[in-house]
């Protein structure tokens, strides 16, 4: 990791001034018992259920005076948060201590030597009683650079008044899909096909599902294959048929929620967000709301969705990294991460927490979440993770346009070109 930049050759005159200048705001200072307490910068996704603030002040309070935590709201959008800790890590800002990066970042961000290796004792407690998936995505080269904060996982939402029994496979599917268009009855697949981060979560998840991987297993390569054109046919499949919303091309998270709870929908792929959305928007709805497994590529072989979530990693360049790394574990604890799924909505990552009766009973699809998360996949572990990225959105957008054999091979081009690039992403 990079060395702060000392200052060196003061003249005797000006270490004098500065002394006199410390010595003075010291004794102003006198009778604020905050003055000695070291502010640990937390710069995290703005939450608007209060979970994290409340975890920051019960971390603070637990301390027992030798720090405090600030929480900082980055941007609501993820490419705006990565940018403002791009820039101020780039620029060696030491008043950044614990970062919450987006499971695709710590690859980036280890690399560029931005944040610390978690080793010892602070490791060992990282990892004790962590689901093993969230870990991988704060790994890089074998090193333990973040640790999980919460994560998710998307599941099958459907209606039950519609559709008695849930589909398994994407085949069955469309067979449904395609069986209530013919009555009349609401029939589409609500899903992300707009040309962002959601349609690379979806191509993901497909080729995982397959067998196969975007990435070789070296992350140096293109991996994708037969696997992968499997999974854009699949898409392409969707996008042209009656399951298709004529909205897909534009469609995001939040509006596959507001699709499925005005009724035009039987079937949804999305995060557990909608279940108490669902509960408050349309209470008639709710009562034939159900849930079901990610579906299957091959009725044989397992899904593997893709998870999200967040990791919280130390700065280079923080002040006081051996209270920013005790920081961290407290503010992940079990305590804290129970508020965040009850109050926010975030599944944690901590394997005893889905054998909680209070989160099972706020989460009655607990067992579908934890099964989903130990067999999930990850979005592809590199340092040009955002090229790849768009490299995979670009290329399959619109759904309804994709050319399955020659768009993987264009994806495989560009990734090689994104892999062999220098340099950090702006």
Known sequence: ?????????????????????????????????????????????????????????????????????????????????????VR????????????????????????????????????????????????????????????????????????????????????????????????GRPHYVEIQGAQYEGL????????????????????????????????????????????????????MEDQNRLAMESGVAAFELNYPFVYPSMKANNPRLFENFRWAPYPRVDADRPARPTIGGIDLAVSAYSRHPGLAFEAALCLRNRENQLTAALEGGLPPTLRALYDEPAFMKEYPFSAEVLAALESASVRPLTPAYQNVSIAVSHTLSPPSGIQPESAVDTIGEQIDQALRSEGVIP
Request: proline content about 6%.
């Open 200 to 251: 690379t979560v979806w191509f993901n998840s497909l080729v995982n599902s397959a067998g196969g991987t975007i990435l070789d297993a070296s992350a140096t390569g293109p991996s994708l294959g037969p696997p992968a054109v499997r999974a854009a046919s699949i898409m392409r499949e969707l996008a042209n048929s009656p399951a298709a919303d004529p909205s897909l091309p534009n469609q």
């Open 88 to 183: 101020r890590l780039a620029a060696e800002d030491d008043s950044l201590d614990i970062l919450g990066l987006d499971v695709t970042w710590a690859a980036e961000f280890a690399e560029a030597r931005w944040i610390r290796e978690w080793t010892g004792e602070a490791k060992r407690r990282a990892t004790e009683g962590t689901l093993r998936v969230p870990l991988q995505t704060a790994t890089w080269k074998g090193r333990l650079y973040a640790v999980p904060y919460n994560t998710n996982t998307q599941l099958l939402w459907y209606r039950e008044d519609l559709v008695p029994t849930p589909p398994k496979t994407w085949s069955e599917i469309l067979n449904m899909s395609r069986g209530l268009a013919r009555q």
């Open 1 to 85: 990791m990079h060395a702060r930049r000392g200052r060196t050759g003061r003249p005797r005159r000006t270490r004098a001034l500065v002394a006199l200048t410390l010595l003075a705001s010291t004794l102003a200072a006198c009778g604020d018992e905050d003055t000695s307490r070291p502010t640990l910068n937390w710069y995290n996704f703005p939450d608007d259920s209060g979970a994290l603030q409340k975890a920051a002040d019960r971390c603070s309070r637990a301390s027992g005076g030798r720090y405090r935590i600030s929480y900082n709201k980055l941007p609501r959008a993820a490419d705006g948060q990565r940018q403002q800790m």
